[in-house]
């Protein structure tokens, strides 16, 4: 029955956009590991984590992502064992000798960094506690057209009468009852960037601690109010960061709320065991990376070469593909993850840097 009436609601988008983008064969070129910038033994701490989730790998011959030079889940489980029942000393030897890098060539490169944040929270909702922070709606409905015949596409909306529509913006949310709240926390600007950053550890009053993560959003584009308060004039273009940023809604209570809104896209949480990125993945400070589902797929490892803007000193780090985010779009755009300290969101708020972006293809 579901699938009749919300036929009508999605053809319009179909008509749009009903294909994703796939990644151009020439932007990919094989280069040696001595061509690799920085490429030494440092690797093994990424490949002890790379380990740990050998079975999230299926047994099955199917291609791990739609660019099919990525080989196949059964690839990579295997692979993923080989490396496990290898000693320490040699699994870089075996991982250069079944995997091919290739450099990605393109127009733009850029990484910024994330975090997680710590905030303060309650389950009950008191006039100190008084933010929600929401798990999903029970009206909330997400839809793949592969299901329908279609190339896929995601689809977030609602059932208005016979009708699926769009789902509502930050700022429709925002006003509705207080339903599906998760827990509720003390500062509107500390849920914000947890919503940026998709996952956080709040300490609540009553002394225990809970982590939430991403769940799922309301399928609006996700728009930078960095961005936003630098075309207002708020914030100058060399001076626009996490930090700049907290400073100036902490500073202008009364247009806090517009600026959010200016950015329509919301993120619903549920609670977690620990901090783990969108594809499940537990987080590895400066070993996790966000990336473009479209372009690369999850737990694979990636070179990025690049440079910690906050202290100018060189990032060359074999990272594993953990997450993604609503801002990571590209090839060549990844969300280095610092970890959960002063020091990691010093790191993440400053975090702006063209880079060179090296993935591994199975030698078959």
Not at 243 to 262: A, V
């Amino acid at each position: 029955m579901l699938r009749k009436f919300l036929w009508s609601g999605i053809a319009a988008v179909v008509l749009i956009s009903c294909s994703e983008p796939k990644p151009p064969a020439d932007i990919y070129t094989p280069v040696s590991y001595t061509d690799i910038e920085g490429w030494s033994t440092q690797v093994v701490d990424t490949l002890a984590v790379f380990t740990t989730n050998c079975k999230r790998f299926k047994t099955t011959e199917t291609p791990l992502h739609n660019n099919e030079n990525y080989g196949t889940h059964s690839w990579w489980r295997q692979f993923c064992e080989e490396l496990k029942n290898t000693p320490v000393e040699q699994q870089q030897a075996v991982f250069e000798q079944r995997l091919q890098p290739m450099r990605i060539e393109a127009e733009s490169s850029f990484f910024t960094g994330y975090y997680t944040p710590q905030l303060e929270g309650s389950r009950t909702k008191s006039a100190l506690y008084n933010v929600p922070l929401r798990g999903k709606p029970k009206d909330h409905i997400t839809l793949n057209l592969k299901d329908f015949g279609l190339e896929p596409q995601t689809i977030i909306g609602k059932v208005h009468g016979q009708r699926l529509i769009p789902y509502d913006t930050r700022a429709g949310i925002e006003q509705e009852a207080e339903v599906e709240v998760l827990l509720w926390l003390k500062n509107d600007i500390d849920k914000f960037f947890l919503q940026i950053q998709g996952s956080g550890v709040v300490q609540l009053d009553d002394g225990t601690l809970t982590t939430v993560g991403y769940l799922t959003n309301n399928g609006h584009r996700y728009v930078p109010i960095g961005r936003v308060l630098r075309d207002q004039g708020h914030l100058a273009p060399d001076n626009i960061s996490m930090q700049s940023i907290r400073d100036w809604l902490q500073n202008n209570p009364q247009q806090r709320q517009l600026i959010f809104n200016s950015n329509p896209r919301y993120i619903f949480f549920r609670e977690l065991a620990a901090p783990q990125g969108a594809a499940g993945y537990a987080l590895t400070p400066n070993i996790s990376l966000a990336i473009d589902p479209k372009f690369h797929p999850y737990g694979l490892p990636v070179w990025v070469n690049s440079t910690r803007t906050q202290d100018s000193s060189t990032w060359q780090q074999l990272m594993l593909t953990h997450d993604t985010g609503s801002a990571i779009k590209g090839a060549v755009r990844g969300d280095i993850y610092f970890g959960h300290t002063q020091q990691a969101e010093l790191y993440a708020g400053h975090q702006q840097s063209p880079g060179q972006f090296i993935v591994f293809w199975p030698k078959l």
